[in-house]
C-alpha cells in the first residue's frame, strides 16, 4: 500500500478548555466545590484565598494587560466575593468515633486467642460490611490469606474463629445471611419462653415460607394458633435485620450530613433565596506575581531565556486562574438563575411544603424559561439540595411528569402517589389491595391510570406487592 499526504477541510464541534471547566464546576455540590477549589490554590501558585472582602463593589474581570497597564489596580479587580458584610464562614465540624471493626478488634483482645489465631481473626473482620454480614465465603477467605499472608488455614479453623466473632458486640455481627444473624440474635436474648421457641423453629426450620408470608401454611404445618403465630412474629420483629447499624459509636460514615447548596427562607410571604457559601474559599490573584511580570517588563537590560519563561509559566498560570474564577462566577449566576425560575415556577409548594401542590414539572419546562439547555439544568439539579422551612429538598425530586385527569386537568405524579400511600396505608392489612384494585380505586378518583403505571409508582415508593403487604 502506498503512503500519501493528503489535506481535509472538516467542521468539528470541540468544547473548548474553559466550556469543560465550567462544566465540572457545574455538576459538583457545595462540598465538593470548597474541595475543587483548594485543589486549584494548591496547583495554581498565583490564586490564594483571602479573607471576605469589606466592599460591596461587583467583582470585575482582571487581565496580565491590566497588570502591566496600571501601576495601581484596585484591590477589587483581584478579587473573586462570594460574600456579604454580614457573612461570617462557618466550619462544619464532623465528630470522629471507633470504627465497627476497631471495636470488634478491641473486643477480641478479652478472649484467649494465639498470635495466629489473632492474625486470622482481624482478617475476617476486615471483611465484615457496613451492614454486619461477613459476605464472602470461607473458602475464598482462606485462599486470600494464603495469598496476602502466606499461612495456610483450613475452612474449619475459619469456621471456628468466624464463631468466635459471631458473639462479639452488636449481637448478630458477621453472620453469612439474614437468616444466620435473626438467629445468632435470638439466641442470645435467650430462648426461654413459648414464644421464642417457636420464633427459633420458624427462622431455623421455615425461612423461606416466612419471608414469602406464607402464614396460613405455617400456622397448619406447626399447628399453632393465630395468637401464639403472631405473638412469635413480633419477637422476630424486634430483631434487626442490619446488626452493623446497632454500634453507634461510628465516625462520620455512621452519620452522614446533607450540606444544601440553596438556602430559602420565607418571612411575610417574601422569599429570600441565596447560595450557600459559606464554606466556598474566597479567590484572589496574589498580585506578588504580577509584580514580578511588571517588573522585567519594565526592565530595561535584555532578559535571558529563563526569564522569559518565568514569565511566559506566570503569565499561564495568572490566565488560567482567571478561566478558573471567571467560571466560578458563572457557575454561581447560573444555578441562582435556574433556582429562581423553579422557585417562581413551584411558589405554591415552597410557600408550606404539601406536596399536593407541587405542579408537573421536567427539565425543558425549566430550560425554557431560563434561555438554557436542557443537560445544563440537568446538571444544576443533579446532586444538588435546597434548605426550606420546611426541610432539606432534593432538587431532582421536585421534578414530575404531568397526568391528566378524566375533566382534562393536569395533576403532578407525586399527587397520584400520594393517593397511592394513602389507599395502602389504609388497606386492610389480611387483605392487602392488589396493583388491579388500586387501579381501581385511582379510576374511581378521576385518574386515568393503568395497572402497569401503578406498579411502577408503587415501586418509587418502596411499597411491597400484596402477597408481602400482609399481616395476621
Known amino acids: ?49 483571602a479573607a471576605p472582602a469589606e466592599s460591596d ?56 486467642l494465639t498470635e495466629l489465631q489473632m492474625q486470622l481473626a482481624i482478617y475476617i473482620i476486615g471483611s465484615v460490611d457496613s451492614d454486619g454480614y461477613l459476605r464472602r465465603d470461607l473458602l475464598s477467605l482462606s485462599d486470600d490469606i494464603a495469598f496476602s499472608l502466606g499461612i495456610e488455614v483450613s475452612v474449619e479453623e475459619l469456621e471456628q474463629l468466624l464463631s468466635i466473632i459471631q458473639h462479639l458486640e452488636p449481637v ?82 455512621a452519620a452522614p450530613y446533607i450540606i444544601p447548596d440553596f438556602l430559602l427562607d420565607y418571612h411575610d410571604g ?37 526569564d522569559k519563561e518565568a514569565v511566559q509559566f506566570i503569565k499561564n498560570k495568572i490566565d488560567s486562574a482567571k478561566w478558573f474564577m471567571s467560571a466560578i462566577k458563572q457557575r454561581h449566576d447560573t444555578l441562582m438563575r435556574t433556582m429562581q425560575t423553579i422557585l417562581d415556577y413551584q411558589r405554591d409548594y415552597f410557600r408550606d411544603g404539601d406536596r399536593s401542590k407541587l405542579r408537573p414539572m421536567i427539565l425543558k419546562d425549566i430550560a425554557d424559561r431560563t434561555g438554557l439547555d436542557v443537560s445544563t439544568i440537568s446538571r444544576v439539579v443533579n446532586s444538588k439540595y435546597v434548605q426550606t422551612q420546611f426541610g432539606i429538598i432534593l432538587l431532582k425530586s421536585l421534578f414530575s411528569e404531568a397526568m391528566q385527569t378524566k375533566s382534562g386537568e393536569e395533576v403532578s405524579s407525586y399527587e397520584v402517589k400520594n393517593i397511592l400511600q394513602e389507599c395502602v396505608a389504609s388497606e386492610n392489612k389480611r387483605k392487602p389491595l392488589t396493583d388491579e384494585q388500586l387501579m381501581d380505586i385511582l379510576n374511581e378518583k378521576g385518574y386515568c391510570i393503568a395497572r402497569r403505571t401503578v406498579a411502577k409508582y408503587r415501586e418509587m415508593l418502596d411499597i411491597p406487592v400484596a402477597r408481602l403487604r400482609k399481616q395476621i
Open 270 to 306: 417574601q422569599f429570600d433565596l441565596s447560595l450557600n457559601s459559606y464554606n466556598i474559599p474566597e479567590l484572589r490573584i496574589n498580585r506578588h506575581y504580577a509584580d514580578i511580570i511588571r517588573n522585567m517588563a519594565s526592565s530595561k537590560g535584555a532578559q535571558s531565556e529563563s
Open 172 to 253: 448478630g455481627i458477621g453472620a453469612r445471611d439474614l437468616r444466620e444473624s435473626l438467629l445468632l440474635q435470638l439466641e442470645a436474648l435467650g430462648i426461654d419462653t413459648p414464644e421464642r421457641q417457636l420464633a427459633h423453629t420458624i427462622l431455623g426450620q421455615h425461612f423461606e415460607e416466612f419471608v414469602k408470608k406464607h402464614y396460613e401454611k405455617l400456622m397448619v404445618r406447626l399447628g399453632v394458633t393465630e395468637e401464639e403465630f403472631r405473638a412469635a412474629v413480633q419477637e422476630i420483629q424486634h430483631l434487626s435485620p442490619k446488626p452493623g447499624n446497632l454500634f453507634s459509636e461510628g465516625g462520620d460514615e
Open 57 to 112: 463593589e461587583e467583582p470585575q474581570q482582571i487581565s496580565v494587560e491590566e497588570y502591566l497597564r496600571e501601576d495601581d489596580t484596585p484591590s477589587y479587580k483581584t478579587r473573586l466575593n462570594h460574600y456579604s458584610k454580614d457573612d461570617q464562614p462557618r466550619n462544619i465540624q464532623i465528630s470522629g468515633g471507633r470504627s465497627l471493626q476497631e471495636s470488634l478488634i478491641e473486643q477480641l483482645g478479652f478472649k484467649s
Open 1 to 49: 500500500m502506498k503512503l500519501s499526504n493528503a489535506q481535509l477541510l472538516l467542521q468539528q464541534q470541540k468544547l473548548s478548555p474553559q466550556q469543560i471547566q465550567m462544566i465540572k464546576l457545574l455538576e459538583l455540590p457545595t462540598v465538593m466545590l470548597e474541595q475543587r477549589i483548594k485543589e486549584e490554590i494548591e496547583e495554581n501558585i498565583v490564586l490564594e484565598e
